[in-house]
């Protein structure tokens, strides 16, 4: 049974920084594209980031580019999503997504396996 489980949201200031993680298991890690959608409120779901199964291409949503940084660690199963000079326009439910295909996308639909969300909330 494939499980994502997101940890690390919380409720920061506006340009404070937090780190967010996901744990996978259940499936083989290495050869699954991650990424990190969010969901604000009353938004539909945006993607944020998509990186690559050996963690060398990676693809962020213009809004974020420089203040966020996606990572992974195949050896422990780990996908994270540093977050830095968060902005109260970054207040969601994020969630950490597996996708197995050819490339990335920044479309939901396309991946596999989802997470239950962990919330962020930026403060101003």
């Known amino acids: 049974q494939v499980r994502l489980a997101e940890s690390g949201g919380g409720l920061v200031q506006d340009g404070a920084s937090l780190r967010l993680s996901c744990a996978a298991s259940?499936?083989?890690?290495?050869?699954?594209?991650m990424a990190w959608f969010r969901q604000g409120p009353g938004k539909d779901y945006d993607f944020v980031a998509t990186?690559?199964?050996?963690?060398?291409?990676?693809n962020y949503r213009n809004s974020v580019k420089g203040r966020f940084t996606i990572s992974r660690d195949n050896a422990k199963n780990m996908v994270y999503l540093q977050m830095n000079r968060l902005k109260p326009e970054d207040t969601a439910t994020y969630y950490c997504a597996a996708r197995r295909g050819l490339a990335p996308t920044g479309a939901r639909a396309d991946y596999d396996y989802w997470g239950q969300g962990t919330q962020v909330t930026v403060s101003s």
């Open positions: 990186l690559s199964p050996s963690g060398g291409l990676t």
């Open positions: 259940g499936l083989t890690f290495r050869e699954y594209h």
